[in-house]
């Protein structure tokens, strides 16, 4: 089986060929990253024979485009994670890194590792993904805009000081923008601009979450169902997942949201610690999930109270809460995605 392996950026692309045994085969550098730049190298690759599969660092800012040219073409790619490929390339007899040392390292890491994720082309989940990621980003901007109009309102009046988290509300703000036209000066002119630009702010993030609620009702209502589960929480749980096919297990889903525990024994006594791996936004998800459970569902208040009765701490508890959360969550998404599947082959009536 023919591998090709891909150091993927965003002017160039590095390919490399390596057989069987991981020997390299050839290289080729494309100058541009249109699709005529990624038909030319598919042409370049079929010298080697048919057999073959595509291996990209996953950093799909920068390879997206190349991938859907490959699947359009009927070709098939895995995933490299990039650690897996930064050791691969530390163990091998090369010094050095560059484009041509990173696609040998990404090739004979696919080759080693048998069951990479696949590639696939975008669905709806990237859709979520996307509005959930600007949603962020409006909310940090509305969060630095009210920092701002604080210090300007304490300027203007040292008793003024609206409560905290108040100021992302249309009447708390259109109260500001009232009282706004009592001062004059720049400090109040400036305040002013920065009120109108929270209020615009707040219309759009509003805007968002019903376009967020709208896709996540139809894509996952079984997790949507989930006690504890928003839709916020749940939209983040779709798009930093992308598709929960790609995982083989449980399991492999729990470590790569970062809920396994790490083993950590020596010897006949068996101890775990903390992962910090894993994709820390879906972990932060599945925790705020876990902590409203634990405060309102009875099952979940009951496992933490018998866990800290065998004395684990409060924190201790919920990390064992959350990796058993984290099977449920990976069920529902399989729920979710068989169903979405049915209802896309179903027949039009």
């Known amino acids: 089986m023919l591998v090709l392996g891909i150091d993927a950026h965003k002017r160039t692309h590095t390919v490399v060929a390596i057989d069987s045994t991981g020997r390299k085969l050839g290289e080729k550098i494309t100058t541009a990253t249109t699709t005529a730049d990624h038909l030319d190298m598919l042409r370049w690759a079929e010298q080697f024979g048919p057999e073959r599969r595509w291996a990209v660092e996953d950093c799909r800012h920068l390879s997206r485009r190349l991938e859907r040219d490959l699947l359009a073409a009927g070709e098939a790619i895995v995933r490299v994670p990039p650690k897996m490929m930064a050791n691969t390339r530390t163990r091998a007899r090369t010094y050095g890194k560059s484009d041509p040392i990173d696609a040998l390292a990404v090739a004979r890491a696919a080759l080693q590792e048998p069951d990479l994720p696949a590639a696939q082309l975008d669905g709806p989940t990237r859709e979520v993904r996307l509005l959930v990621d600007h949603r962020d980003n409006l909310v940090s901007e509305r969060t630095r805009q009210t920092c701002r109009l604080r210090w300007h309102l304490h300027e203007l009046d040292p008793t003024w000081d609206p409560p905290l988290k108040t100021l992302n509300r249309y009447k708390r703000i259109d109260e500001v923008i009232s009282r706004l036209g009592d001062f004059d000066g720049l400090v109040a002119r400036l305040a002013l601009e920065h009120a ?128 058993r959360l984290s099977d449920v969550v990976y069920r529902e998404l399989l729920a979710d995605a068989e169903q979405n599947a049915r209802e896309q082959f179903r027949p039009a009536a």
């Open 196 to 323: 109108l630009a929270i209020r615009d702010l707040i219309r759009r993030v509003n805007d968002l979450e019903r376009d967020i609620k709208q896709l996540v009702t139809q894509l996952a209502p079984t997790l949507l169902a989930m006690p504890g589960c928003g839709v916020l929480s749940a939209a983040k749980i779709i798009g930093e997942t992308a598709d929960v096919t790609r995982f083989k297990s449980k399991d492999a889903f729990a470590r790569h949201n970062g809920t396994a525990p790490l083993p950590v024994w020596s010897g006949n006594r068996e101890r775990f610690r903390l992962s910090r791996a894993g994709n820390r936004q879906l972990n932060c998800a599945i925790h705020r999930i876990a902590v409203t459970q634990g405060r309102c569902h009875p099952p979940a208040k009951e496992f933490l109270e018998r866990r800290m009765k065998l004395g684990n701490t409060r924190t201790e508890a919920v990390r064992a809460f959350k990796r």
